[in-house]
T-cell receptor, first 114, second 114 residues
C-alpha cells in the first residue's frame, strides 16, 4: 500500500549543484503535483501535471523544471540549486484533477542548500 | 487570487477537551471546495475532512466536524474528545471548482497535552 513515494527523503547540496527529486504513485492517478513547504507559509504549488504529457506552472515555479515521465512518475529538477530553495518538498497525486478530489501526499523530501 | 488565512499559529489543549481551529478565505467564486489536512511529526499530509461549498450541511468525520459559514467565508475545524494522536500541524486549503491548484493556509500547530 505504497501510495505516493518520494526519493530521496533527505539531501544536502552545495549552491550551484543540480538534483532531481523523484516521485511515483501507484494509484493510477492522472494528476500529480509538486509543492514546497517553508516555515510559517504552508504549502505552495511549484508545478503540476493534470495528465500524462502535460505540465503547468504553479505559484512558485522559478528555478525548477519538471518532467511527467509517464502516468506514474513526476520528477522535479533543480538545475542550479540556491540557498532560497532550502525547503521540504512534497509530491502529491489525485484521481482526476477535479477540484473535489483530495490529493494524496508523499512523505516529503527535506532539501538543504549550503 | 484566492487566499487562505489561519489566524492561530499555535494552540494547546488537554486530552479529551474540544478544540476549534479557525480558517478564513477570500474568493469571488461561488462554487469551490475546502479541506482540512493534518501533518503529524512524521511529516505526511493526511486529509481530515472536506466540504463542498454548494452543500449547506456541515461535513463530519467521526470526532472531526466543520462549521462552514459561506457568507462569512469561514471554515473552522472542531475536534471533539481530543486525543494525543491529534497532535499535529493542521492546514486549511481551498480549491476553486474546475481548478487544479490547492491554496493552503499557514497552518496551526495543535498540541494535545496528557
Amino acid at each position: 500500500n505504497a501510495g505516493v513515494t518520494q526519493t530521496p527523503k533527505f539531501q544536502v547540496l552545495k549552491t550551484g549543484q543540480s538534483m532531481t527529486l523523484q516521485c511515483a504513485q501507484d494509484m493510477n492517478h492522472n494528476s500529480m503535483y509538486w509543492y514546497r513547504q517553508d516555515p510559517g507559509m504552508g504549502l505552495r504549488l511549484i508545478y503540476y501535471s493534470a495528465s500524462e504529457g502535460t505540465t503547468d506552472k504553479g505559484e512558485v515555479p522559478n528555478g525548477y523544471n519538471v518532467s511527467r515521465l509517464n502516468k506514474r512518475e513526476f520528477s522535479l529538477r533543480l538545475e542550479s540549486a540556491a540557498p532560497s530553495q532550502t525547503s521540504v518538498y512534497f509530491c502529491a497525486s489525485s484521481d482526476t484533477g477535479l477540484s473535489n478530489q483530495p490529493q494524496h501526499f508523499g512523505d516529503g523530501t527535506r532539501l538543504s542548500i549550503l | 487570487a484566492q487566499t487562505v488565512t489561519q489566524s492561530q499559529p499555535e494552540m494547546s489543549v488537554q486530552e479529551a477537551e474540544t478544540v476549534t481551529l479557525s480558517c478564513t478565505y477570500d474568493t469571488s467564486e461561488s462554487n469551490y471546495y475546502l479541506f482540512w489536512y493534518k501533518q503529524p511529526p512524521s511529516r505526511q499530509m493526511i486529509l481530515v475532512i472536506r466540504q463542498e461549498a454548494y452543500k449547506q450541511q456541515n461535513a463530519t468525520e467521526n470526532r472531526f466536524s466543520v462549521n462552514f459559514q459561506k457568507a462569512a467565508k469561514s471554515f473552522s475545524l472542531k475536534i471533539s474528545d481530543s486525543q494525543l494522536g491529534d497532535t499535529a500541524m493542521y492546514f486549511c486549503a481551498f480549491v476553486g471548482q474546475g481548478a487544479q491548484k490547492l491554496v493552503f493556509g499557514q497552518g496551526t500547530r495543535l498540541t494535545i497535552n496528557p
